[in-house]
């Protein structure tokens, strides 16, 4: 094989030392970035004996015409500066996760009083950070289990104070220990810190072993009041401990990894055994050069992830034997700052959660593929839509509004997402419109606009808000009219000096397009994908609100007939209201139906019946 004179004169000056290298094609791109103990042996080993190199590697050196070195003290430098790199330059000849940015991480910030974030990068400013984590979910049903036990301040004073302040509603409702104010030592508030950092970590069985100890210490000193407290804040770790099925019999913390692999694509499974717990279960998929072996694939996996992992069992158990296993365990002690040890189970209670690993590998990337081709087809629609309307980003999450009244009674506002091009309905929201008086449907958008976005960017102030409905914003916002509906919409992101997103009207009349700053709509072909999507997630929303409008008004008739049946009082109105919920189901009712779901007396059940049968 003939080389480029200056690739020759490179392989001669390599140096020895641990580092990473980055193979370029003749564009000057890189296709691809490895790491060696030694660059000099390991570079030179690409472009030697090539007959009888695997195919995937002489595929790689038939597209190099050049590569750069970058020399690092340590190995376990060089392993952090491969995944960084290759997040950097998405090489297309490397084993990669899909989509790793947009994984979050819990992090306690480096103060004398640290708060909670939700935060989605990591940075080396002192900080601890617990993640990534690939159920949000699960993520904030743990963030809020530990606001609630261990009362870590949201707010972003920088504490402490010169001056003391009055402590905020959180502190009179249990939320904060109000270091604001000075009604915690820092002893105190870091003791709470490192516990809800226990639990972050899913050490909950020690967790729950400290706070017993420190319990019966509570009572023996006869701080009765102290002890009860900590007995309740025991007892609601325990009922997540119960959720914890045991998977093993000893306490040693271990990661165990599955992964199923497929033509251009795998899935990776890590289970989180802590204490011989399931304390979670995360989920990856990666994107696969052909001819990729599973050892290969494996060992990049386990790179990437522990790159950005925030903490590192004792022992790693995998599904097969990887050729960097000393390296990698060299690698992971330096991170731990403990041995670790890399095995893979053969038989036992281990090699069946290996398995079990596996299989959830498999489902996982099944699920993946059936979902591929609904992406595929929505991303056409995507991006035409992009191109058609000239859009700054990639609508990947999109938000359409609607109202419905009938002559101003009863208004509603609907909120639908879709993501992906595809229906994301617990991101649904509806709004009662407040506004009375005359029907204004102008003013009833900017008042659901209005609600929307200042919740949003209240929630985004506060990232430790543990719901979040509405701290997402859209890349693209849909109102259902035209011209002067998008008006309403770009005066509310301009009042609410929100920046970056873009906003389309769609009129029902001829399916025109209003765009900011166009006089004249756009009229896109009526069977392009393009506009079928838009169609289909105006009509989503107009459905959202309509059912909405619907119930509120099949209610207000109810309670409309109500009013006039004598020794129907308010209270039970509301009642008959909850159990009915519409006039058509009350008049479909017997007297003796009416009096058991009420609960009302048999006399007034039948003067209900009579009244409604005349």
Sequence with gaps: MTREPSIEAKLKSLPTTPGVYLMKDARGDVIYVGKAASLRSRVRSYFQ???????????????????EVIQTETESEAFLLEDTLIKRHQPRCNVRLRDDKRYPYLKITAEPFPHVMVVRR???????????????????????LAQKLFPIRTCTLDLPLKTPRRPCLNYHIGRCLGPCAELVSLEEYGAMVDRAAMLF???????????RTEMRDAAAAQRFERAAHLRDQMESLLRTLERQ???????????????AVGEDRASAQVFLVRGGRMAGRESYHLRVPDDSSEAEI?????????????SVPREILLPIEIEETERLETWLTDLRGRRVHARVPQRGEKRRLVELANDNARF???GEQRDEAVRKEATVALVELTEALSLSVFPQRIEAFDVSNTQGGEATGSMVVFENGRPRRDAYRRFKVQRSGKPDDYAMMAEVLGR????????????SIHKGKFSELPDLLLVDGGKGQLNVAIDVLRDANIEGIEAIGLAKRHEEVFRPGQSEPLVLEPESPALLLLRQIRDEAHRFAVTYHRRLRAKRSLASILDEIPGVGPKRKSTLIQAFGSVARLEHASADEIAEKAGIPDGLAERIRHHLAR
Excluded at 452 to 463: H, K, N
Aim: hydrophobic share 40%; net charge positive.
């Design 452 to 463: 929307r976005f200042r919740r949003g960017l209240a929630e985004l102030s506060d990232p």
């Design 298 to 310: 494996l060992s990049a996996f386990l790179t990437q992830y522990y790159a950005n992992a925030s």
């Design 49 to 67: 004996a090539q007959a009888e190199a695997e195919r995937r590697t002489q595929s790689l050196v038939a597209q190099i015409a050049d590569f």
């Design 364 to 366: 996982a990337m099944k």
């Design 122 to 144: 990591r940075f080396d400013d002192g900080a601890r950070y617990f993640g990534p984590y690939t159920s949000v979910k699960a993520m904030r049903t743990t963030l809020k």
């Design 245 to 259: 099925s045991v998977v093993l019999p000893d306490t040693i913390d271990r990661d165990v990894f599955g992964l």
């Design 201 to 211: 970590e899913g050490r909950v069985s020690g967790l729950i072993s400290g706070l």
